[in-house]
């Protein structure tokens, strides 16, 4: 488990002064996988970074399965440090070192007998699929192939907690797919807890069962991700939604529809995306529904479906006909028209 408690890290440099980590607590379940998402310079790397004190809060409290990291010496700080492995967007591989020798030195550093750490080497590249691979050096390796050398390094430390620095971000989309998986399967099969950073929500999608969603250093919205991607109350959140969704429509579609009616989200989630909810509609009630934009998507465990609904109607008959709606597990909103676009 992880708890950051009222962290905040401020840097001064010259005559400026930066709070790039604002007054911020999240609690990570043992086992689960937690993202914290925002765009550049959000402070999410900061943020990170605390966890195992690469960077030392300027006020706050880390604690990792309740041992307070903020109170520890430097001995006992370095120990328990073996067990939080961390992953980087740029794999800090040793370029003049074998995939071998990358895993087995920081292992001889933190001295692991030569036995076991030939035993965990081999054990840890299987599991990332890169037995092959011993005597390769990093240069003759792929993006994909250097993370999952990454993934092992850490690994081989057995770490109760695993950091990611947007472990994803060099990658294309399909050695991302795989990456995420492997991160999925390490944490099933090891109940590793697992924090990462990201500033794509199709990884929170993909992995996460919680997310924070960060801003100016702070964190502005936290919670499942279901419950975020049904009901993002922030303008960051929301547009993070609709990046994944791609449902804007065209604002003289918006006005028009709008002169009747009502434009709403639906979102449908697990049991409900296969609901006919919607198609009872028009025979319940009089009123009118065109679908104007729509997906369904697989959410770490349960389907999520989203669609940008047009009720034709009364105002009072379309207010029955969404109370209907939510009766029936779907989470409705009203469509909001240009989510502000973010400048950063
Ligand atoms: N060592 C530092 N000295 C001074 N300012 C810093 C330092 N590190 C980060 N910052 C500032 O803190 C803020 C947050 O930076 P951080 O790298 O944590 O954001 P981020 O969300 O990870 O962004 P990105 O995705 O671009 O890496 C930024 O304004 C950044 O300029």
Known sequence: MIRLE?????????????KAVDDVSIQVEKGSIYGVIGYSGA???TLVRMVNLLERPTDGKVFINDIELTSLSTGKLQKTRQRIGMIFQSFNLLKTGTVYQNIAIPLKLTGVPKKEIEARVDKYLEIVGLSDKHEAYPSELSGGQKQRVAIARALAHEPEVLLCDEATSALDPDTTESILTL???INRDFGITILLITHEMHVVQKICHEVAVMENGKVIEQGRVVDIFSKPETTTSKRFVQSLFQDELPKSLVSRLKERGQIVNLSFIGESSGSPALALVSKKFDVYPSILAGNITQLKDQPFGRLVVHLDGEAEETARAVAFLEENGVVVEGYVQEVEAHVG
């Not at 009222?6 to 930066?18: A, D, E």
């Open 183 to 185: 991160l999925e399967q």
């Open 6 to 18: 009222n962290i905040t890290k401020t840097y001064k440099s010259g005559g400026t002064v930066t």
């Open 43 to 45: 402070g999410k790397s």
